[in-house]
């Protein structure tokens, strides 16, 4: 199933290229992190309203970002092999990199909740940014309160995926210490876009085996797939879990890629669309 948040504060199912609101399905003033954390409970009345709601055709300008308000933002780095140069080779473009998994884990990074906007939107580039590129991201979302879960454990706890573009400005500041400013290049206002909903985890037969692409301006920028993470789902999960307690509605980007030097920068005009297979389709504008 899919669960969108529709502008002002309505909850819908996403159904061929419809919306289903939830109006006496849910709790009145529920969010999505609420239809999240009580999704068990809530489960039977939203799937009658899944046959019988009244529909509405699908507006994209009508959505919000389907998770507002996480508790965090949780960002994997360089969690992808790479190793190549052409575009659409799943492992990503850039240098194959050489540390362990467990290295990898530990490049994780925050990003704060208060930078994430939802389709249609405009990402903002910042003044004194400059160089300011998207990196095309599968995200988790976490489905209840866990702590400590082994990898065996971890996939029980996601409730679905979504997309986020991890939105970093490459040349902001002095351009010194790069790994410990990565907080601050990837934490302005509108660096999170997320959407366009959620698709729920048994509709994801396997998330290391999604295609993802980005254009920019109709002209094809990322093209890989989830199965050239070094990091699975549930190795992140799990690690983060020992980090952090995670919350319903908690987002972990799971990783971008491609290396900096094959991305572009954005310019105020420029268009995206940023696309995974089997969750969908959300387009943002560049302000």
């Known amino acids: 199933m899919k669960f969108a948040s529709v502008k002002p504060d309505q909850l819908a199912i996403v159904k061929d290229n419809e919306m289903i609101l939830l ?5 009145k003033g529920a969010t999505m992190i609420d239809l999240i954390a009580r999704y068990g409970e809530l489960r039977a009345s939203i799937a009658a309203a899944a046959e019988k709601g009244k529909r509405a055709p699908l507006d994209p300008n009508k959505l919000k970002a389907p998770v507002e308000n996480p508790s965090k933002i949780w960002a994997a780095a360089t969690n992808y092999k790479r190793g190549s140069k ?14 362990t998994q467990e290295e990898v884990l530990e490049k994780s990074f925050l990003k704060p909740p208060s930078a994430i906007i939802g389709p249609e939107q405009a990402v903002v580039i910042p003044p004194g940014a400059g160089n300011v590129f998207p990196e095309l991201e599968l995200c988790v979302v976490i489905g209840k309160k866990v702590r400590n879960l082994t990898k065996e454990q971890a996939l029980d706890a996601v409730f679905g995926y979504t997309i986020i573009l991890d939105m970093t400005a490459r040349s902001y500041g002095s351009g010194k210490g790069l790994p410990g400013s990565r907080c601050v290049r990837k934490g302005f ?7 366009p909903w959620i698709t729920t985890r048994d509709e994801i037969k396997d998330p290391h085996d999604l295609k993802m692409q980005l254009w920019v301006n109709g002209e094809l920028r990322q093209s890989a797939k989830t199965d050239a993470m070094i990091n699975g789902v549930a190795e992140l999960v799990s690690f983060l879990s020992g980090v952090s307690t995670l919350l319903p509605g908690d987002l972990i980007a799971t990783g971008n890629p491609d290396a900096p030097a094959f991305q572009q920068q ?15 389709a959300m387009n943002l504008k560049v302000a």
């Open 23 to 27: 109006g006496d399905d849910v709790p």
């Open 86 to 99: 052409g575009l659409g080779d799943a492992r990503g473009r850039g240098e194959a990199g050489t540390m």
């Open 189 to 195: 206002e509108t660096f999170s876009p997320v959407g």
């Open 266 to 280: 954005l310019a105020p005009g420029d268009s995206m669309k940023a696309e995974i297979e089997g969750i969908g």
